[in-house]
């Protein structure tokens, strides 16, 4: 049994920044982060793969990166120059099963944590 914990949200101006965290309980090859707005559906924020291939969402490309350390089971999304339209639940996500595929889908994760809230106020 895998669980997944997210941390690292809060309140925060806008050109702020953020990092979120999520551990997970041992190494997983595929994991993204997804966000969602109340009325919205989920969007793919980031994703990256077992050989650390990374794949943006085009609105936050240049300010948003994903990264991992194996050795912690941890996975990271740094959040720079924030934007009112970043606010969202940000959800933490994994694939179980074998493979890893981009852009990164809902459908294609089966693992998620609870969520953490960001909030970016102008």
């Known amino acids: 049994q895998v669980q997944l914990v997210e941390s690292g949200g809060g309140s925060v101006q806008a050109g702020g920044s953020l990092r979120l965290s999520c551990v997970s309980s041992r190494y997983l090859d595929c994991m993204g982060w997804f966000r969602q707005v109340p009325g919205n559906e989920r969007e793919g924020v980031a994703g990256i793969d077992r050989n650390r291939n990374r794949n943006y969402a085009d609105s936050v490309k240049g300010r948003f990166t994903i990264s991992k350390d194996n050795a912690k089971n941890t996975l990271y999304l740094q959040m720079n120059s924030l934007k009112p339209e970043d606010t969202a639940m940000y959800y933490c996500?994994?694939?179980?099963?074998?493979?890893?595929?981009?852009?990164?889908?809902?459908?294609?994760?089966?693992?998620w944590g609870q969520g953490t809230q960001v909030t970016v106020s102008s």
């Open positions: 996500a994994a694939r179980v099963s074998y493979g890893c595929y981009f852009p990164i889908r809902e459908e294609n994760f089966d693992l």
